[in-house]
């Protein structure tokens, strides 16, 4: 009798053993593949919610799979949302999103060193840091459904070479591809209306990327440090501080549609811009707007222009000032002691 006591208590250690053991190597291969938060079920690979009755959001993996299939459906229930965090940090190298995927949530790829390429052709929707810190990441594919890049979503994805931005996106957010050091080409579809602050900032390969007519806006520092960009064109286009800052390659700057104003630090910094013809019917050059532009050598300033900020050309030591006797220029070049040239 006890023998058979004995037996079965050892088949009942044996058996929460195992349950432990299992529940331990369960939990590993979730943080192997980073587990993300809330609605783990145990009987599929993927821990997941319910967000409607015909959408699934995933949250995290448990298969610890160098390059994850996402599946179109679990349990019968169609997958539309890729999580918050649901993969950040992983060690994946890639990861296969179904065409039924329309959300990929703030930060669900950040900080996913090791990834290489994304396809969000179904996509549209982007949140947040999405694939921040993604510094591997060298190919991504957008589609025409997208509608919305949130803040960051690319930040410090420093070996993204190109980018094409679809006709269905009207904004570019703050920060979308600020640190992509190896930008080359960023191609902007008719429809864009806004390219946010810092968008671009630091893209120090991009070149000379050519800006939609359906353009209203560019935010403060937008590409500030782009040190590729040779040619910049101001239109009809409310601009923020220091556009183009510290574009050292800069050396060419035309003027287009009905330009009234020269923002505060839109060029300073410019060092390669030797020459700046400002057209008839601006009416304002914004503070420190030339400031070190130490290789501009001659400014054309109209007579329309009736307001010089402070530090506008400080620095720009062999500049000569080309403009109409008793304007406003005039006064600011003798004011600073700048060479003076009277033109009629």
Request: hydrophobic share 40%; proline share 3%.
């Amino acid at each position: 009798m006890r023998s058979k006591k004995n037996n079965h208590a050892l088949r009942r250690v044996i058996r929460l053993t195992v349950a432990a053991l299992l529940a331990v190597v369960g939990a590993l291969c979730i943080v192997g593949c980073n587990s993300g938060k809330g609605g783990a079920r145990s009987e599929t690979d993927w821990a997941y919610e319910i967000v409607s009755d015909s959408g699934i959001r995933v949250t995290g993996c448990r298969s610890g799979e160098d390059v994850p299939v996402i599946p179109e459906t679990i349990d019968g229930v169609t997958v539309t949302v890729i999580g918050s965090e649901a993969f950040a940090g992983g060690k994946i190298s890639g990861v296969r999103l179904p065409g039924t995927v329309r959300t990929v949530e703030d930060s669900a790829f950040a900080n996913c060193a090791s990834l290489k390429e994304i396809d969000m052709s179904s996509v549209a929707v982007i949140g947040k840091q999405a694939f921040s810190g993604c510094t591997s990441l060298k190919t991504v594919k957008l589609g025409e459904e997208l509608n919305e890049i949130g803040a960051g979503a690319f930040e410090g994805c420093e070996k993204l070479t190109a980018i094409v931005i679809p006709s269905s996106v009207r904004v570019i957010p703050e920060r979308a591809f600020s640190g992509c050091k190896s930008l080359t080409e960023a191609t902007f579809s008719d429809g864009i209306a806004e390219i946010g602050a810092y968008a671009f900032s630091d893209c120090a390969m991009l070149r000379d990327p050519v800006l939609p007519v359906s353009l209203e806006s560019i935010g403060e520092f937008a590409f500030l440090s782009c040190q590729s960009i040779e040619i910049a064109e101001v239109g009809n286009v409310k601009y923020g501080r220091g556009v183009w800052m510290d574009c050292r390659r800069l050396k060419n700057v035309t003027f287009a549609g009905n330009t009234d104003e020269i923002g505060d630090y839109l060029f300073a910094g410019c060092v390669s811009l030797t020459k700046i013809s400002i057209p008839s019917g601006v009416t304002s050059i914004g503070e420190s707007s030339f400031r070190l532009c130490t290789g501009l050598k001659r400014a054309e300033i109209p007579s329309t222009v009736s307001n010089i900020g402070r530090n506008a050309f400080s620095g720009c030591d062999s500049l000569v000032i080309a403009a109409p006797e008793l304007s406003a220029a005039q006064r600011y070049a003798v004011s600073f002691g700048i060479k003076y040239e009277k033109v009629s």
